[in-house]
């Protein structure tokens, strides 16, 4: 996907800066709708699973929630009661969110007026319920993972970016150099990285998938700091150019001065993305695996509103008045080093509360799988 990407960035970039808008949008419109008439054409060929009499984990889940609320007034020692009386031992119910265990007792404590639920179910709903913190806190990561396709791009269109003397490089393509990174990395990630991890922690996988987030967290950071030098830079050479009020002016500084945010984050994505991709699809029931992989995409459009909502309270808090604003259409009179250095601290705040729910053990999931 990631080659494919790669190609579509340098080509399609191409033609809609340098022939026609038109045509970029439509080589796109037409591989689609070639790509859903294959897809449709092998519907008869996909496999499908039958599924029995079993409720969707939708409605466990749901129900879990539902009684455990209306049961909200239900005594500890009514609850033990409850335990006692199904046999659980302690160690098959978790100590975490046991307000979740009044969902054992039935309505009003008589079972023929409603639905139990079982100790498995409940079980399954706390398991969802320990993904909120993880999902909160890669919002953080999503944010600045929403500039590499806009403040970066913006950047690279106000800086050299001549390849030959009639061949400009689109400054969208450099968003190739991500997936490139991605590409290049997850083997040596798969062949040199993991098998060193092994031999020195003794686990299949090298490092757990928790740990794979926040390696990509912290490159993150490294970045953005990255990222914030650079503009910098930026700043200076058209400071000391004479071109500070002449934003259609090419600033005399080449554009590859980006490519190492650019390869920082790709190497980020594949940390991070892959490990959040793998997290949340394996911890949810078997039959809510699309809803854990949607849990996974989310993060990333909640995190695009939330990239919108802190431009939005940084313009109107820098701008105004006659001042330019650390996003002003000028960027020589922004300051987008100061929002990168921003989301460096926010990226370091996020990576700090990420090794405590690391090191807090009830947050820790499947024991077997991610005890560090």
């Known amino acids: ?5 790669v190609v579509t960035l340098l080509v399609l970039n191409y033609i809609q800066d340098n022939l026609n808008w038109g045509l970029g949008f439509g080589i796109p419109c037409v591989v689609m709708v070639f790509a859903l008439i294959i897809f449709l054409l092998g519907t008869k060929t996909y496999r499908y699973s039958i599924k029995g009499d079993e409720e969707s984990g939708f409605l466990r889940i749901g129900w879990v929630f539902v009684s455990s609320i209306r049961n909200w007034k239900a005594t500890p ?5 409850e335990e006692e009386t199904r046999g659980t031992l302690p160690h098959q119910s978790s100590e975490q969110y046991k307000f979740l265990n009044k969902a054992l007792l039935a309505p009003n404590g008589l079972k023929k ?11 399954e709903a706390k398991a969802v319920l320990r993904l909120v913190p ?20 913006k950047q690279g269109v106000t800086m050299d970016r001549s390849i030959s003397p009639s061949l400009d490089l689109p400054a969208a393509s450099l968003q190739s150099f991500i997936s490139l990174s991605i590409v290049l990395f997850i083997p040596i990630y798969d062949r040199v990285l993991v098998p060193i991890a092994r031999a020195l922690t003794s686990k299949p996988s090298g490092i757990t998938m928790l740990q794979r987030i926040g390696s990509g967290m912290f490159l993150s950071v490294v970045a953005m700091i990255v990222a914030a030098l650079v503009e910098m830079k930026r700043l200076k050479t058209a400071k000391e150019h004479g071109l500070v009020d002449l934003p259609n002016v ?3 500084m080449s554009v590859w001065w980006l490519i190492p945010q650019y390869v920082l984050f790709g190497v980020a994505e594949a940390f991070t993305m892959v490990g959040l991709q793998e997290f949340f699809y394996d911890q949810v029931p ?11 995409l989310s993060i990333f459009g909640v995190g695009s509103f939330l990239s919108s909502f802190l431009i939005f309270i940084i313009e109107k808090a820098t701008g105004g008045d006659g001042r330019y604003s650390w996003f ?10 100061y929002f990168y250095w921003l989301l460096a601290g926010l990226s370091a705040v996020q990576l700090v509360f990420f090794m405590y729910i690391l ?10 799988l991610y005890k560090l």
């Open 1 to 5: 996907m990631c080659a494919g990407t």
């Open 77 to 81: 020692s009514a609850m033990a009661f």
């Open 113 to 123: 007026d409603g639905k139990v639920c079982s100790l498995s179910d409940v079980e």
């Open 134 to 153: 993880i999902w909160t806190t890669c919002l953080v990561f999503a944010i600045v993972f929403a500039q590499t396709s806009t403040f970066f791009t």
């Open 250 to 252: 090419t600033i005399p």
């Open 286 to 296: 078997s039959d809510l695996r699309s809803v854990g992989l949607s849990l996974y």
């Open 328 to 337: 002003a259409n000028n960027l020589n009179r922004a300051h987008l080093d």
């Open 359 to 368: 090191q807090n053990l009830t947050f820790i999931i499947g024991e077997a």
